[in-house]
């Protein structure tokens, strides 16, 4: 039945069917079809599952320029990439109901920082991927799994595709099974042991000269593969399932994310930004797991790194906040997952009149938690160090929504994958009494759902 309407939205009421990713596996084929994954059923971390494909309109940058392409039509553009998206937002009536009414979707890259900061050229480019790829989505599925309603929501180019879409969306497809996926060498690394070693002495100079007060530092984790990445995607929500999960369809590149870290959500022009610093494995155990937790909790490292972060988020988000609104309602929670523990803060804060959530997003980006403090110079470190560049890695993927609502990740426990290769990455973050081989375990701590996923997917 078709709840609510306003002239240029619809909201229609969906059979609730839990399992969306098997209802988006009907798309997962097309360009630019997303899928945002709460983790769900598996996890009760989310709420919403979200999906979309056939976008009005594409923005890829690459470098400082743009293609923005429409109906056929491309044009070029060389303004900032966070204004040429908010040019394409143009204010909608929004139903409550659900988080996304439509708008912009897709990823950001931890590159695109070059487009804010002025940073050295130093690390590799084998990425060969956009800096940002970002469609304009007039309808999306929104599985709210708390209230057990689905829904699909915005507008069709015309009355018959959205009849179609209801249909399609109505009841589960019966598909194949995917195309298989294969990895077919060793998983490589960026950095040997003692490479790591090198880059480590290096922060810790930086460190004690006063440079810096923490530098995230990881590695790149390489493979070649050749099939389906979906359903390699499928297989990793199995392994590590997680609430700011993801799969990106993008042309030439499709990403697979298992985040468990927010970075920014705008609701109403409230602001809330979730840091994650502090990580242990989990262990095999309840009692060894309760342990680790007690352990994280009572750190005064990970406490001290944790609070630096929040300290320069706060300082990123009262850019564009009312003065004043900015909180820190929830200091050093842990939050367990599939492979680790962590410890996460909340910032909290209100944005100014006339603030538009990619101002925050441009405001904040990238993410204070993967660099570093102070920002700017622990980004020049880990040009220096790292010897590639991070792609989307610690960038973010996110939705801004006509509305001016937002929610976005950090790209963390991500995957992508183009031109025959999968990469992954891992690092953390790097303070004064750091100790080199507990750092470098982190790596394998941190990256072992995707090292388990590859070597389960090796022919």
């Not at 970075?263 to 009692?287: D, N």
Request: with cysteine; charged share 20%; glycine share 6%.
């Amino acid at each position: 039945m078709d709840v609510m309407s306003h002239p240029l939205q619809q909201l229609y009421v969906l059979p609730y069917l839990s399992e969306t990713a098997r209802l988006f596996s009907s798309i997962a084929q097309q360009p630019w079809a997303i899928f945002l994954d709460s983790g769900l059923p598996e996890k009760r971390q989310g709420r919403y599952d979200i999906f979309v494909a056939d976008p009005v309109c594409t923005l890829v940058t690459n470098g400082q320029v743009t293609l923005i392409s429409t109906s056929g039509s491309q044009v070029t553009s060389t303004q900032d990439p966070f204004e040429l998206i908010k040019q394409h937002l143009d204010p909608q009536p929004a139903f409550a109901e659900v988080p996304f009414n439509g708008g912009a979707m897709g990823y950001f890259s931890y590159d695109l920082g070059r487009s804010l900061e002025s940073l050295p050229e130093i690390s590799q480019d084998a990425e060969h991927i956009p800096d940002m790829a970002i469609g304009i989505y007039h309808w999306a599925v929104v599985v709210d799994h708390q209230e057990q309603q689905s829904y699909l929501v915005g507008r069709a180019r015309t009355a018959e595709q959205w009849q179609a879409l209801i249909s399609q969306f109505s009841t589960y497809p019966n598909l194949k099974e995917p195309s298989p996926f294969q990895v077919n060498s060793d998983i490589q690394s960026n950095m040997t042991a003692s490479g790591y070693a090198d880059a480590f002495a290096k922060i810790k100079d930086y460190l004690k000269e006063g440079d810096c007060y923490q530098v995230n530092l990881a590695q790149r984790f390489v493979a070649s593969c050749q099939g389906d990445p979906w359903a390699a995607y499928l297989k990793l929500r199995e392994l590590n399932s997680a609430p700011f999960s993801s799969y990106l369809n993008i042309p030439d590149v499709q990403v697979l994310s298992s985040s468990p870290e927010r970075f920014l959500k705008v609701s109403q022009g409230k602001v809330e930004t979730k840091p994650i610093k502090g990580t242990r494995p989990r262990k095999a155990t309840a009692e060894a797991n309760q342990q680790q937790i007690i352990d994280l909790q009572e750190s005064h490292k990970d406490r001290a790194e944790n609070v630096m972060i929040v300290d320069l988020l706060r300082n990123d988000i009262s850019k564009t906040c009312i003065s004043g609104s900015v909180k820190v309602p929830e200091l050093f929670a842990v939050e367990s997952y599939a492979t680790v523990h962590h410890l996460v803060s909340t910032v909290t804060g209100e944005l100014e009149a006339g603030k538009h959530a990619l101002d925050l997003l441009r405001s904040c980006f990238p993410g204070g938690s993967i660099t570093g403090a102070p920002k700017i110079r622990a980004m020049e470190i880990i040009e220096e160090l790292e010897p590639h560049r991070r792609g989307v890695y610690c960038g973010s993927i996110a939705y801004i929504g006509f509305d001016g609502n937002m929610d976005s990740n950090i790209a963390i426990r991500t995957l992508v994958h183009s031109e025959n290769s999968i990469r992954f990455w891992a690092g953390g973050g790097i303070v004064n009494d750091s100790v080199r081989e507990a750092e470098y375990q982190e790596c394998f701590d941190k990256a072992a759902a995707m090292i388990r996923l590859l070597e389960q997917l090796r022919d």
